[in-house]
């Protein structure tokens, strides 16, 4: 059974930098378009960022030119960097995809990110 672990989440500073791990137990190729979510509190869960199997990617404008989705094929792993952060409340960072034999969605855990000084 394919599962998404992520870690990295924490506190950090206006203008600092962070990064997200997204480790796919089992082989990275068993998955389809991994993505980023997050969730602030009160508010609807918003898509971030997606890595195509290509290697294409796409952000949301909110993030564009601060976040970088990337892949480690041999570590089975997706990342989100992110820089230049701003101040906002707190939000859980989730780790997407699907089973590419069954389209079956796969949440990670969403490890929380809050930006403050």
């Known amino acids: 059974q394919v599962q998404l672990v992520e870690s990295g989440g924490g506190l950090v500073q206006p203008g600092g930098s962070l990064r997200l791990s997204c480790a796919v137990s089992?082989?990275?190729?068993?998955?389809?378009?991994p993505a980023w979510y997050r969730q602030k509190l009160g508010e609807q869960r918003e898509w971030v960022a997606v890595?195509?199997?290509?290697?294409?990617?796409n952000y949301a404008d909110a993030v564009k030119g601060r976040f970088t989705i990337s892949r480690d094929n041999a570590k089975n792993t997706v990342y989100l960097q992110m820089n230049n952060l701003k101040p906002e409340a707190p939000a859980l960072y989730y780790c997407?995809?699907?089973?590419?034999?069954?389209?079956?969605?796969?949440w990670g855990q969403g490890p929380q990110v809050t930006v403050s000084s």
């Open positions: 890595i195509e199997n290509g290697g294409t990617t």
């Open positions: 089992g082989s990275i190729f068993s998955i389809n378009a």
């Open positions: 997407h995809a699907s089973v590419r034999t069954n389209s079956y969605a796969l």
